[in-house]
Nanobody, 124 residues
Framework: QVQLIESGGGSVQAGGSLRLSCAASEDIISRNCMGWFRQAPAKEREGVAIMDRDGWTDYADSVKGRFTISRDNAKATLYLQMNTLKPEDTATYYC??????????????????WGQGTQVTVSS
């Protein structure tokens, strides 16, 4: 059973930064397509950033240039560095993994394993 555990959420003022972490119970961080998603109240869950086994990455337009996805294979941990945060970034952030090493997009339906989420609140 794959377990993904997010941490690093919190409250920050607009313009600030946070780094989210996702620890995995198995060695999937380095082998599988991994992603970060977020869900704001009354909104659908949306993809934020994805990374495949070879290090290829993609980002939602709303976070390009501000967020960076990365991983530490030795620590089996995925990261999301979030800079220049905006109030509209407020959401619960989720780490997710595909069963495959290939990333084919940021649709929620492509990802099988999910963490429990960590809350990010950005105040103006």
């Amino acid at each position: 059973q794959v377990q993904l555990i997010e941490s690093g959420g919190g409250s920050v003022q607009a313009g600030g930064s946070l780094r989210l972490s996702c620890a995995a119970s198995e060695d999937i961080i380095s082998r599988n397509c991994m992603g970060w998603f977020r869900q704001a109240p009354a909104k659908e869950r949306e993809g934020v950033a994805i990374m495949d086994r070879d290090g290829w990455t993609d980002y939602a337009d709303s976070v390009k240039g501000r967020f960076t996805i990365s991983r530490d294979n030795a620590k089996a941990t995925l990261y999301l560095q979030m800079n220049t945060l905006k109030p509209e970034d407020t959401a619960t952030y989720y780490c997710a993994a595909r069963r495959s090493s290939l990333c084919i997009g940021m649709a929620v339906r492509y990802f099988l394993f999910w963490g429990q989420g960590t809350q990010v609140t950005v105040s103006s």
